[in-house]
């Protein structure tokens, strides 16, 4: 009996760290998404809207670097489909090797855009990305979030 209490203490020990694990992963992930929107944000103020995308690629890489974040712009990712790879990609700047930026210069983000960060996470076996838009005179910014 003293066991089987003992093993039951232990699994529950074990389900809480699980639990405080993941919990701790989605805070910082929240914490690293909060600071890249920041950085968006300090881009928009700076330039405005009307560049190219690949100007406030350069303008954001600049600025998540300044703040000390890890940064690589037009990140390859291969797509795989049943096992092959089916073709690849560039992302967008990765942070921190954990969030894909999406850049847009567009009137306005729509769903075919959140559906490619879903797409783009699902091929590099990520979590959370930010579809953001420098096309407004507002930046506009989204998160789409895949297998939380």
Do not use: W
């Amino acid at each position: 009996m003293n066991a089987d209490k003992h093993r039951l203490n232990e699994d529950n020990s074990a389900r809480a760290i699980g639990v405080h694990s993941c919990s701790s992963a989605v805070e910082d992930l929240n914490a690293l998404t909060e600071r890249i929107i920041g950085c968006a944000y300090e881009v928009s103020n700076g330039l405005g809207a009307g560049f190219l995308e690949k100007v406030y690629e350069n303008a954001l890489a600049i600025e998540l670097r300044r703040t000390g974040l890890a940064v690589v712009k037009q990140h390859p990712v291969s797509v795989t489909y049943r096992g092959e790879n089916a073709g690849d990609y560039c992302a967008d700047p990765l942070v921190e090797e954990s969030v894909i930026v999406e850049l847009k210069a567009v009137k306005a983000l729509d769903d075919a855009h959140l559906a490619q960060c879903l797409n783009y996470l699902k091929a590099a076996g990520l979590s959370v990305c930010l579809p953001v838009n420098f096309g407004r005179p507002r930046v506009e910014i989204r998160r789409a979030v895949r297998n939380f």
